[in-house]
Each structure stands twice: as structure tokens, then as C-alpha cells.
């Protein structure tokens, strides 16, 4: 599941520190990683020599970023063995045979309880279109 994770995560990382995100595929929610500083942020490297140890360093760095990045997005985002889409909590469903999420659930009539603590019946749903929530209220915490 990491691997599959960190394929879908984008970079938000700058100079000064790493940070990545998941889009869920249902709800358009966006979850971001915890920021982690780069070791050097700030630090002018003197030489050319410098310099290329900086970006190795970065590299390095911004992978072990992605892992723990990857590792903490497992724990809310889930791939739906249907239909194969990663999506948060909020929209994945236990259900008796197989879990799901809560497109595919509607698709098959299935029912089951929300991950997140909510219960789902097939006809109800998310209000409004897929994708197309704000920033402020699509960020998952």
C-alpha cells in the first residue's frame, strides 16, 4: 500500500522543508503530510562542492519525507478493491462481505458503515458534485 501511496502523492516540498498531498478520488478532499525541515534550510553552501552535497543531501532527505509521508497517509486514505481509486476515510466503506467504497457500494447496493464513524445506506450520499468542494472545507485533517 505504500508504494502505492506514494505513487499518488504530489510534492508540495520546497527549499526549506517537505511536504506532500492525497487527493481523494470520491470527494476531492485534500490531505497534506506534516511539514518536515530540510536539515539545511537557510545554509548558503560555499563551494561548488557544498553545493552538490546540498542537493544529494535534499534528495535524501525528501525520500525519507515521501516514506513518512506515505506511512501517515495509509492510516486515512484506503484503495478500493473495485474499482481501485484511493480515497480518505470519509468515503470508504466496512461492509459485510467486502469493503468498499461508497461509489461502488451505491453501484452494487451495498451497504456498510463509513470508516470514518458515519453510517451510509445507498441513498445517501454525498450532496453535489465530485471533486468540486473548496479549499477550506476539502482539506482532511
Do not use: N
Given at each position: 500500500?505504500?508504494?502505492i501511496?506514494?505513487?499518488?502523492m504530489g510534492d508540495c516540498?520546497?527549499?526549506?522543508e ?6 481523494c ?11 518536515v ?8 553552501p560555499?563551494t ?9 543531501l535534499y534528495?535524501k532527505?525528501r ?19 473495485v ?18 467504497c461508497?461509489a461502488?457500494?451505491k453501484t ?10 458515519e453510517?451510509?445506506?445507498p441513498r ?10 473548496s ?5 482532511i485533517?
Amino acid at each position: 500500500m505504500k508504494r502505492i501511496m506514494k505513487e499518488a502523492m504530489g510534492d508540495c516540498s520546497t527549499v526549506e522543508e517537505f511536504r506532500f498531498l492525497v487527493r481523494c478520488r470520491e470527494c476531492g478532499r485534500t490531505w497534506h503530510s506534516s511539514p518536515v525541515r530540510f536539515s539545511k534550510a537557510g545554509a548558503e553552501p560555499k563551494t561548488e562542492g557544498m553545493s552538490a552535497i546540498f542537493r544529494t543531501l535534499y534528495e535524501k532527505e525528501r525520500d525519507a519525507a515521501r516514506e513518512k509521508a506515505a506511512a501517515e497517509a495509509s492510516e486515512i486514505f484506503s484503495r478500493c478493491p473495485v474499482c481501485g481509486r484511493l480515497v480518505c476515510d470519509r468515503c470508504f466503506l466496512i461492509c459485510e462481505d467486502l469493503d468498499m467504497c461508497i461509489a461502488c457500494a451505491k453501484t452494487l447496493q451495498v451497504r456498510g458503515d463509513i470508516v470514518a464513524g458515519e453510517a451510509f445506506a445507498p441513498r445517501e450520499l454525498p450532496a453535489g458534485p465530485i471533486g468540486k468542494a473548496s479549499t477550506e472545507e476539502s482539506d482532511i485533517k
